[in-house]
C-alpha cells in the first residue's frame, strides 16, 4: 500500500468515525472502499464479448425448453396459491378489485 494524505471537513471526519464504529472497521478502510467503488473496475470490452459469443448458443440443442416454462409457470401459480389461497385470481384481465379478500 502507498501512504497519502487527505483534507477532510469536520464534518467528514465524524460521519466516518461514525459509520467505521458502526462496521467495525477503520476510517482508512472506508475510504479505500469509497474510491473502489468511484474508480470502479477496470471496463475489458473485448472479454466481455468473447464472453457472450462463448455463452451464445448454450441451448440451441435443448428440446425440453417449453416443459422447463410449463414447469417453472406451474411451480410459481403453486407458490402463490400457497400465499395467497383462494384470493389468486387466475384471470389476467381481472381488476384489482377482483384481488381483494
Not at 67 to 76: F, P
Request: aromatic share 8%.
Amino acid at each position: 500500500m502507498e501512504r497519502t494524505q487527505i483534507y477532510l471537513t469536520k464534518t467528514q471526519t465524524r460521519e466516518l468515525d461514525r459509520r467505521a464504529r458502526s462496521r467495525g472497521t477503520t476510517r482508512s478502510h472506508l475510504i479505500r472502499e469509497a474510491l473502489e467503488q468511484y474508480l470502479g473496475p477496470t471496463w475489458d470490452a473485448e472479454g466481455f464479448i468473447a464472453a457472450l459469443r462463448d455463452f451464445q448458443g448454450i441451448w440451441a440443442d435443448r428440446d425440453d425448453i417449453d416443459e422447463l416454462y410449463a414447469d417453472l409457470k406451474q411451480r410459481s401459480r403453486d407458490s402463490l396459491a400457497a400465499l395467497w389461497g383462494d384470493r389468486l385470481v387466475d384471470d389476467p384481465g381481472a381488476d384489482a378489485e377482483d384481488l381483494r379478500p
